[in-house]
DNA sequence: ATAGTGATGTGACTTGGTAACGTCACCGTA
DNA sequence: TACGGTGACGTTACCAAGTCACATCACTAT
């Protein structure tokens, strides 16, 4: 795995989480990740993500195209929150239990980072947006969309918290399932 | 107002809300900061801010322990969404008219410049998760308690950005006060 | 062979952010 | 009046993130 190989992208991800996993983020250079994805060089990290932080969040745009996809294609006679929930298992059956471990590693490095704590807030009010934009478009009013959205939010990244943290072996799509129930438990009890 | 004149920290804020709204977030340095609140120094600038960021957002905290003491204080009787009502009630009414040009100044810098927006993100999340952590205190489950701390959040940030960007005069209150109505009328049309 | 193309490297630069150490104003006390 | 203490501030030097212009390498097609 030299300089020239392909996949200089997915070498240099495979590099970042394990040296933030062994070192710590702050304590890692972006020198350090390059040179150890094959020998590369800053420049070409930040030719392939545009700040230290994006090498844990790339691709995370896919997520919110999957769950806009399903809200488009719910069935026409759908609720607000029956398009939420459609879009909740279209996202979190996309995740392999395979990718638990990863997962894992990935949130505890998160948690553990201010900075990329941030991070994690800014996509997720990015993700919620875009969900919220799918569900305007599909007629539902721009408040009623935004609360929706961000109760599809709530659900996958509740649920991931628990696929990651959890002993069990439950599959994140089985999490997702449970924790949408009791959110909508939780929304009767409000006032 | 030179080198050893009291309130340095209050300068520093005025005069990088003035270079930013001049001349933009980024191409504004520290250095330029510091020295237009009166011949000070990078070195104090970051005595008083954590970050560059911070200067726009620093005594936020006081927000959230605005929240916090309302829902403490509600009723007994209260419903979850009450307290947070007076909990938003009490926020709003915090913000005198004066400082609406701020407000819209601020705003406009904010979204104009990602790092800020994302900076935003994470502090609403925190504000969210503060509110969340006051009611639960009250005895609300935990998803309850988030849910109804981020429709508090949700009401605080549309009445904020309606209150700065709409021409009317009516106070950060009274849109928080209709927000409020709005979210409640649209929660009920989800499913 | 050669020219083009895309991925990579080099080197120099700006700026955010940190740290060690020195300096100035002010205040209380002897 | 002199003295010492204490914050707030400055100086200097440094590191790492991020940007930019320019050079180089591998590969492919003509």
Redesign the interface.
């Known amino acids: 795995m030299a300089r020239w190989d392909p996949n200089a992208r997915e070498r240099l991800i495979r590099a970042a989480v394990e040296l933030f996993a062994e070192q710590g983020y702050e304590a890692t250079t972006i020198n350090e990740i390059a040179q150890r994805a094959g020998g590369l060089t800053k420049t070409t990290f930040f030719r392939h993500f545009s700040d230290k932080r994006e090498v844990l969040f790339a691709g995370q745009e896919i997520h919110s195209r999957i769950m806009s996809e399903a809200i488009a294609e719910a069935p026409e006679s759908a ?4 398009m939420v929930k459609s879009a909740l298992d279209a996202l979190a059956s996309s995740f392999p239990q395979e990718r638990r471990e990863v997962g894992r590693k990935l949130r505890t490095v998160v948690v553990n980072t201010p900075e990329l ?3 994690s ?2 996509k ?2 990015a993700h919620t947006a875009a969900t919220a934009e799918a569900l305007r478009s599909r007629g539902v ?1 721009q ?2 969309a ?3 959205a ?2 599809g939010t ?1 659900a996958f990244y ?1 649920a991931f918290e628990r696929w990651t943290t959890s002993p069990g072996t439950k599959t994140l799509a089985e999490h997702a399932h449970e ?1 949408f129930l ?3 438990a ?2 009767a ?3």
């Open positions: 609720t607000p929150l029956e704590r941030e991070r807030a800014s997720r009010a009013s408040l009623g935004e609360i929706a961000e109760l709530r509740t924790v009791e959110l909508k939780a929304l009890v409000l006032e």
